[in-house]
């Protein structure tokens, strides 16, 4: 998406929303690596380190890193809530699901201009769900993505 997006909305979403960034980023239970071995002394580690790294990149530009960084913590917290890892009306994910939806809504919009915009005639593979066709009442084989 960001090697599409020439006109920069990516890098702007990321600009304008750091402090949101740096949240996810800073959240020790949206880090992989606590997980391995949960303790309020890893917690702390890891809260600074995402920070800090999160600022290095930054201040590099280090764009994709900072977006696959985002993103797979959004996608471990979908993974908490979907797989069992949450326990019902507990309090204590509020925030980073607060964050983690709100960042989901801003990319997803943002990742739509950019395919409006510059994705449309890419060729996007192989449709996991291929349109029916309602007649035959069959799946008529996996088509590609067509143009629109």
């Not at 530009?61 to 985002?70: A, D, F, P």
């Not at 959004?74 to 204590?92: D, E, F, K, M, P």
């Not at 007649?135 to 629109?148: M, T």
Request: some cysteine; proline content about 3%.
């Amino acid at each position: 998406m960001l090697e599409l997006d020439t006109t920069g909305h990516i890098v702007e979403l990321l600009n304008e929303h750091r402090g949101l960034v740096l949240a996810i980023m800073g959240n020790p239970y949206l880090n992989d690596y606590f997980w391995q071995d949960p303790c309020c002394e890893k917690a702390g580690k890891t809260r600074q380190g995402g920070r800090h790294k999160a600022e290095a990149w930054y201040a590099h530009k280090e764009w994709n890193r900072i977006l696959g960084v985002v993103v797979d913590r959004i996608y471990l917290l979908r993974c908490q809530l979907v797989h069992g890892a949450a326990t019902l009306r507990s309090g204590l994910n509020r925030e980073a699901v607060r964050h983690c939806a709100t960042m989901a809504g801003l990319l997803v919009a943002t990742f739509l201009l950019v395919w409006i915009d510059h994705g449309a005639d890419e060729d996007w593979g192989i449709m996991c769900y291929p349109p029916v066709s309602q007649k035959a009442g069959k799946i008529s084989g996996r088509r590609r993505v067509e143009k629109i």
